[in-house]
C-alpha cells in the first residue's frame, strides 16, 4: 500500500481537509503497514544498529531466510549462508570420531558421501625406513613422507572435503587405527 496522507486543508477548521474518521482510518491503515512489516502486526521488532561504530562504515546489512539457510549480504556483496550450529555443515558440529579401521585398506579409494567436511586421522604401525608415505584428496597428493628413520607410529591426519574420494598409500606398515570425525 502507498502511504495515505491526511489532507489537513489550507487553513485550521476551513472545512476542506479530511473529516476526522477518514484521517483516522488512513493513520491506522499507515500504522498498521508499519507495525506488519517492522513487527508482528501488535508489535515492532527491536531494531538493529547497522554500521557507525568504531572502524565501520556505514553499508546495508541484509540478513535473511532463503528457505534452506541463513544468508547475509552487504549493499550489493553476497556473503553467502550464515554458518550457525544449526546449518550443520562446518566441520565438528554434529560429527563424532568413529573407528573405521575394520572398514578400511592402505592404498584403497574411498568417497566422503556426507555433506560436510570429515576429518581423518589414521595411526600407521611399523612403518620401514626409507618408506614413503602418500595421502591423497581427489586423486591430487596432498603430502608425502618419506621416513628416514623406522617407526612404530606414524600418526597421519587431514580434512576431506564433500563428495571428494581419499585414500593413503604406504609400501610398508600396516594400520594402526583409523578414526574419522563424520556425521
Known amino acids: 500500500m502507498a502511504k495515505q496522507i491526511v489532507n489537513i486543508g489550507a487553513n485550521a477548521n476551513d472545512g476542506s481537509g479530511d473529516a476526522a474518521r477518514t484521517a483516522f482510518t488512513k493513520l491506522n491503515q499507515n500504522m498498521n503497514e508499519?507495525?506488519?512489516?517492522?513487527?508482528?502486526g501488535t508489535t515492532l521488532f527491536n531494531a538493529i544498529q547497522q554500521g557507525g561504530g568504531t572502524g565501520q562504515d556505514s553499508n546495508k546489512i541484509y540478513i535473511g531466510w532463503s528457505g534452506s539457510s541463513l544468508k547475509a549480504q552487504v549493499d550489493n556483496v553476497d556473503l553467502g549462508i550464515v554458518q550457525t550450529e544449526f546449518s550443520n555443515i562446518m566441520l565438528g558440529i554434529k560429527?563424532?570420531?568413529?573407528?573405521?579401521?575394520?572398514?578400511?585398506?592402505?592404498?584403497?579409494?574411498?568417497?566422503?558421501?556426507?555433506?560436510?567436511p570429515i576429518m581423518v586421522s589414521v595411526i600407521l604401525s611399523n612403518v620401514a625406513s626409507g618408506t614413503q608415505?602418500?595421502?591423497?584428496?581427489?586423486?591430487?597428493?596432498?603430502?608425502?613422507?618419506?621416513?628416514?628413520?623406522?617407526?612404530?607410529?606414524?600418526?597421519?591426519?587431514?580434512?576431506?572435503?564433500?563428495?571428494?574420494?581419499?585414500?593413503?598409500?604406504?609400501?610398508t606398515g600396516s594400520i594402526g587405527s583409523w578414526m574419522e570425525l563424520s556425521s
Open 95 to 116: 560429527q563424532t570420531f568413529k573407528s573405521v579401521t575394520n572398514g578400511r585398506s592402505l592404498g584403497t579409494t574411498y568417497t566422503n558421501s556426507t555433506n560436510k
Open 34 to 40: 508499519i507495525y506488519g512489516a517492522l513487527g508482528n
Open 133 to 171: 608415505v602418500i595421502w591423497y584428496v581427489n586423486e591430487g597428493a596432498i603430502c608425502a613422507s618419506t621416513q628416514t628413520v623406522a617407526v612404530t607410529q606414524l600418526p597421519i591426519t587431514f580434512i576431506v572435503p564433500p563428495g571428494q574420494t581419499y585414500k593413503i598409500t604406504s609400501s
